[in-house]
């Protein structure tokens, strides 16, 4: 157990919806990241968070939108859903807010159908 | 862009080594391994930082060839419990980009 949580497990929706994915860092962590994993395009970081600032920003489409609040949990917002878009989304969670040793949550699976 | 790994996958036997390559076409400020088993979430094994500096996992060793933007992570001895898809990350103004992975099934 890696200490950092993401809730839902499991998500279904169709396209065109919105749906909001949750993440609770591990105790004492400042920065979270936002990742993607489909088949075909492997582990994409989408956007970093320090301490509820957007710190890096990585392939993260205009459809989708983050923020990391002062309790220092983070949503990630994914809106007009795409078939594309159904993937594992997975939180991480790191000290600093340099990209180093960071700490992955059991993930998000999105599937829009 | 993301850094290549090869091999794409390798079948070892309990007890064989095994060297997973990581190249990337920019300058590398640091190289970062992780592991993900099936159905699980990836999980830290080793950062190498520019200058030589490394952390992380006890029986996985890695080098890091700054001049020539590569690192390597090594599998000695290797045991059931290696199996998984082994990921490099090269770090790049602050953001990580992972290869696609290094599938590794360790037999009995």
């Known amino acids: 157990d890696s200490g950092v949580t993401q809730t839902p497990k499991h998500l279904i929706t169709a396209t065109g919806q919105r749906v909001t994915l949750r993440c609770s860092p591990r105790s004492g962590d400042l920065s979270v990241y936002w990742y993607q994993q489909s088949l075909d395009q492997g582990l994409q970081f989408l956007i970093q968070y320090y301490n509820g600032e957007e710190r890096a920003k990585g392939n993260i489409l205009e459809r989708f939108s983050a923020q990391q609040f002062p309790d220092l949990h983070s949503e990630l917002n994914l809106s007009s859903l795409e078939l594309g878009d159904s993937a594992l989304y997975f939180c991480?969670?790191?000290?600093?807010?340099?990209?180093?040793?960071?700490?992955f949550g059991p993930g998000t699976r999105l599937t829009v159908t | 862009q993301q850094p290549v790994q090869s091999p794409q996958a390798v079948i070892l036997r309990e007890g064989e080594d095994a060297v997973i390559n990581c190249s990337s076409s920019k300058a590398l400020y640091s190289v970062h391994w992780y592991r993900q088993k099936h159905g699980e979430a990836p999980v830290f094994l080793m950062i190498l930082l520019k200058g030589g500096e490394q952390k992380g996992h006890d029986k996985i060793s890695a080098s890091f060839n700054e001049k020539k933007q590569q690192s390597s992570l090594y599998l000695t001895a290797s045991q059931l419990s290696y199996s998984g898809t082994y990921f490099c990350?090269?770090?790049?103004?602050?953001?990580?980009?992972f290869g696609a992975g290094t599938q590794v099934v360790v037999t009995p």
């Open positions: 990350g090269t770090e790049h103004w602050g953001k990580l980009q």
């Open positions: 991480a969670s790191s000290d600093t807010g340099d990209p180093y040793e960071q700490y």
